[in-house]
């Protein structure tokens, strides 16, 4: 491990966390964090922080290789290059993992109306759209708009197996070969899969552009591999600056000195604040149109890592926090009623932007008029600003836990540091709930009853038994 | 109040509930629900039922009403009519239950990609846009893309004194006023607001076409008010389909009987599984991606209607549950396995379409290849429910309660019943609780200190306290 000590280039774009409103001193004694609850947790912190440096090093958690993978970052640069200026839209093909990386470096670094620019509005960048369900209605209705001919498809898939993947990309490779003939489909398609799989083989048979996921990285910790990066480069994320923010923010996290990790400062209050405080709603609550797709990444990584029912002694825990993705300022109206009013079982991290690309002032009204004048001059800057101080006042005051994750600005590089200061939170709040983050045992179930009905071999028994489920009577309806 | 007996040409199109895996006998002893525990809840019913009609009869509850309002329909469609053709763009500024019930409907039955198509695909329709936020990036750059000659501004706000929409408004009318000149303001903007307040008397001084929101209707409460009409209007709803949905179940939800009324069984259920069972989280999730937006405007009328701190008694409570949005099939990859195997404290209500417009079948692969070939022949629609049977098969198994809202199809006559539907369900929760559901004195506290931040007169102490809190000392940063 490393110790953190002379300033660098970089730090002047460092994020920072304000977590004042979880202390005691702040927020009230009744659900407040103490320093020695903390301090409480030094001793497994340093056990956990040599587990997982341990693993680390033995390459087990690949995603923390990812920021230091150039040879992936140019495979992903490359074939992005190869792509560039010859199509108009970008299709991803997948889904959880696959699919919420994307959307969030889309969504985060990308003008909020892509995809209504001109081509040359856009920079010559292809349009983006991200196909995470199998609705028959968004597919359908997307493939009469599209035209094939000025499109990439990226199917991604680790497994290899992904249903709703495989689906979207049978239907769009015979759509394909339909127009423009078996030769030229690899010309519309790249494959981003593991390293085994059909689909590989598929991939390698008919000679389709593949890229490759590293196997020791789960899907939901994949955004800073090809999975993320080919995409992202393609819609003009710079990723070079996105993998040195995520490098910055793992020198930071690289100690197990508990007080100085912002990852395993921020994973300790989450656990303290839902083991010990009954604050069993983690939400995350974006000031800015443009993260609120982080928040949504986040969810499956916070929700999939930590929401287990057994834990690593074999015990039944049934743990882990709901992750839940409020917008500043728009859920004020909707959500802040319950947040400051309803049952303590709620903290929220709100996400800031200190310094905004854009502003935009507000009119003085010509004559003075009581209830709006007093808005004229002010800027929306401002206003979004105001009205997250008033937010974290007025529900400090009513002794609702919350904190501030603070991007100086919204850029490459402070989105890397944020996409790794979360990855490793997580896998540190695994650590301190006893679990195994990187694993998801309970979708198994319900994925062997879509494989029964569906007919695919060896899963018979499922089918019947779904069979005998759905004609049990004694229904209740309405 | 009516006892519904005889068939109705439209029922083939009611919406049903399934509540089977609620019941202790389907889901086990532990979360489900006895016949004996909703039985115990009639007497209660019947006195909410008569509080509720008692309510509806002085006109106290206004909501109930609007399907019944033929004038404010007629009224809302011909300033659509005004409108219609003359422009390319429909831009909502409005935030919470001024832009949520608008979002839902453009969502629920507009093209998935309504905004990409040409007009002429579009049927002439404007595109939709709905602002709800302040953020500068987004404002601004909608601004510089959108052609205000061409563009009709509905600006919403029941109170007239919404900080974020006025503010909106006064930029966009510097804008236009710039553009256009002050005379032609008027051709561009549709106010909806209250019978009082301040922007009602500078539209009424200014000439700005106006529509209006009942005093009864609250803003959560206002989709079927001309706050929801006026757009549905114009981007192509049916609005008298929508309506006579919403009438469809207001004639089934005017019953006292708790088992014959489904509003009121959904809100029996949803309240005995969060008081008596400690699901306190209420999922919704919807496997149509059509129906998301739904999900949101529901989240909204069920945070901020019970969320309260305070009962009918003065107690204090903190009650409330708390609603998540979550999508299917997507979130199955996201959200299921904390739903199958975290802590049991979530209520998920699917939304399900039986029967949707369009399908698409998955081409058989040429040659077998294990693991991808089953799913040839099947189609998305297929793969869409088995799907959702599988996921409710292995939650309930686990012994996870959920229930079912099944839509026929989705049109304005089903999305009519299931806006009506869940507005019932929430006043009837709300009596269930013993809060009122009705008003959201929590978020004043934040209002106060946006206020008093802008420096509007009669909220200096309020400025200073944000100061003084501002500079207080001792923060925890890292």
Sequence with gaps: MTNRSKSQPNDKMALRLDFSHMMSDFVGPDRGITRQEIDDLIPRTSAIAADIEAKREAGDLGFYQLPYDMEAAAAATDMAGRFQGKCDDLVVLGIGGSALGGTALFRALCHPLHNLLSKSERGGKPRVFILDNVDPATVGSFLDFVDLEKTVFNVITKSGSTAETLSQFLIIRQLLT??????????????????????????????????????????????????????????????????????????????????????????????????KKGLSIAIMMPYSDALIQVGYWFRQLWAESLGKAINNSGETVNVGPTPVVASGVTDQHSQLQLYSEGPFNKLITFLLVENPDQSLTIPRHLEPREGISYLGGHDLEELMQIEAQSTQLALTKAGRSNMSLILPQTNAFTIGQLFFLLEVQTVFAGGLYGINPMDQPGVEASKQYIYGMLGRSGFEDKAREAKKWRDRGGRYTI
């Design 178 to 275: 339909d127009k423009i003939g078996r030769e030229s489909v690899k010309e519309h398609l790249v494959v981003t899969t593991g390293a085994g799989g059909q689909l590989r083989q598929l991939a390698e048979q008919e000679g389709y552009p593949l890229l490759s996921i590293p196997e020791t990285v789960g899907g939901r910790f994949s955004v800073l591999s090809p999975v993320g990066l080919f995409p992202a480069a393609l819609f003009g994320v710079d990723i070079a600056e996105l993998l040195a923010g995520a490098r910055y923010m793992d020198d930071r996290c690289r100690t197990d000195q508990l007080w100085q990790n912002p990852a395993y400062l921020a994973g300790a209050l989450h656990y303290l604040a839902d083991v």
